[in-house]
């Protein structure tokens, strides 16, 4: 039997425990994604008629519009499965997996 320091056993736990904190913490692990930021919610594609747009705002510099909580400033961004199509002053035309559809502020109110 051969024995080991002591330095060589605390070397030998920490890699094991590094090891183990990699595992927990892998990019591989499910719902880690260190491309998606932080404020995109996965979840199932929203019901025909759950669709709610709460703000607008329409800059000579910038777009912003908000959708079921979720912040889109421009084409191409997606919210529950959807796709940016346009933003304008009170509405939002999207692209969804049933077609077209354009989304009007809540309130009617245009920011």
């Given at each position: 039997?051969k024995?080991?320091?002591?330095g060589?056993?605390?070397?030998?736990l920490?890699?094991l425990?590094?090891t183990?904190?990699s595992v927990?913490a892998?990019?591989?692990s499910?719902?880690f994604?260190?491309t998606?930021?932080?404020n995109?919610?996965?979840?199932p594609?929203?019901?025909?008629?759950?669709w709610?747009?709460?703000?607008?705002?329409?800059?000579?510099?910038r777009k912003r519009?908000v959708?079921?909580?979720i912040?889109v400033?421009?084409?191409?961004?997606?919210?529950?499965g959807?796709?940016?199509?346009?933003?304008?002053p009170?509405?939002?035309?999207?692209?969804?997996t049933?077609?077209?559809?354009?989304?009007?502020?809540?309130d009617g109110?245009n920011?």
């Open positions: 039997m024995l080991i320091s002591v060589q056993q605390l070397t030998f920490l890699c425990s590094l183990q904190l927990v892998s990019p591989h499910a719902g994604d260190p998606r930021p932080n995109v919610q996965v979840g594609l929203a019901k025909q008629g759950t709610k747009l709460t703000f607008t705002l329409i800059t000579k510099k519009a959708i079921n909580g912040t400033t421009g084409p191409g961004d997606q919210v529950f959807a796709t940016v199509t346009k933003i304008r009170g509405a939002v035309d999207l692209n969804t049933t077609g077209p559809i354009t989304l009007l502020l809540v109110k920011n």
